[in-house]
């Protein structure tokens, strides 16, 4: 399909959607353009995802890697069953702090837990704790994706949901020369052909936007 009809077909999916506008949502978007934060959030197709996945997985614990300001956080939560819980792991507190905010305005506030800090650092918390989770979201720094995959093929449970954003780093994954060798690049291509590969995973990689690697853990 040519750009152009990219276009033409992300203007189409839009405009279906458009009647269902989001006002938690855009106030999480806003409140991430006015801090002068990185506009990296889920695009609105995949939030819908998310938020599908985690329903139809019937999910009551989350774990997400990366929370930004909480865009992808409140997706979960739409999802979970009414009793289900988000763990939330982010590097920075300021960020942590805007998502917490913005998912409490959503109406999430007692069902969302932030940590801050390296997430290579706190998972090992989560597993020494005795946590686990059917529903787990990654969406962080690219180069420590495998790393993030070991981790949540120990804390999933059985028939657990893993999805991943990013997964195409804009086509790279797929181009040779100097781009191959890039660190992302290399971590990324190793992440997707062990979701594609590990016989403990049925898994589809959705090329729409970014790429989402969606993987369900068998019981």
Same mark, same amino acid.
């Given at each position: 399909?040519?750009?152009?009809?990219?276009?033409?077909?992300?203007?189409? /999916?839009?405009?279906?959607?458009?009647?269902?506008? *989001?006002?938690?949502?855009?106030?999480?978007?806003?409140?991430?353009?006015?801090?002068?934060?990185?506009? /990296?959030?889920?695009?609105?197709?995949?939030?819908?995802?998310?938020?599908?996945?985690?329903?139809?997985?019937?999910?009551?614990?989350?774990?997400?890697?990366?929370?930004?300001?909480?865009?992808?956080?409140?997706?979960?939560?739409?999802?979970?069953?009414?009793?289900?819980?988000?763990?939330?792991?982010?590097?920075?507190?300021?960020?942590?702090?805007?998502?917490?905010?913005?998912?409490?305005?959503?109406?999430?506030?007692?069902?969302?837990?932030?940590?801050?800090?390296?997430?290579?650092?706190?998972?090992?918390?989560?597993?020494?704790?005795?946590?686990?989770?059917?529903?787990?979201?990654?969406?962080?720094?690219?180069?420590?994706?495998?790393?993030?995959?070991?981790?949540?093929?120990?804390?999933?449970?059985?028939?657990?949901?893993?999805?991943? *954003?990013?997964?195409?780093?804009?086509?790279?994954?797929?181009?040779?020369? *100097?781009?191959?060798?890039?660190?992302?690049?290399?971590?990324?291509?190793?992440?997707?052909?062990?979701?594609?590969?590990?016989?403990?995973?049925?898994?589809?990689?959705?090329?729409?936007?970014?790429?989402?690697?969606?993987?369900?853990?068998?019981?």
């Amino acid at each position: 399909m040519s750009e152009s009809a990219n276009a033409n077909v992300k203007a189409y /999916i839009d405009a279906l959607y458009r009647w269902n506008e *989001d006002e938690a949502l855009a106030r999480v978007l806003a409140s991430i353009r006015e801090r002068g934060m990185p506009e /990296i959030s889920v695009p609105p197709g995949y939030g819908r995802l998310i938020t599908l996945l985690a329903a139809a997985s019937g999910a009551s614990a989350a774990l997400e890697i990366g929370a930004l300001g909480g865009y992808s956080g409140i997706c979960i939560l739409r999802g979970l069953r009414p009793d289900g819980v988000l763990i939330s792991l982010e590097l920075k507190a300021e960020y942590a702090e805007l998502a917490r905010a913005n998912v409490a305005a959503a109406g999430f506030g007692g069902r969302a837990e932030y940590r801050v800090g390296e997430a290579l650092a706190r998972l090992p918390e989560l597993a020494e704790e005795g946590k686990t989770f059917d529903f787990i979201f990654i969406d962080a720094d690219k180069e420590n994706y495998p790393k993030y995959l070991d981790w949540a093929l120990k804390l999933a449970r059985p028939g657990a949901i893993i999805a991943a *954003d990013n997964t195409l780093l804009r086509g790279r994954v797929a181009e040779e020369g *100097d781009a191959a060798g890039a660190p992302s690049v290399s971590a990324m291509r190793e992440f997707n052909a062990r979701m594609a590969a590990d016989p403990r995973l049925v898994s589809v990689l959705l090329p729409a936007y970014d790429g989402l690697t969606v993987a369900r853990v068998m019981p």
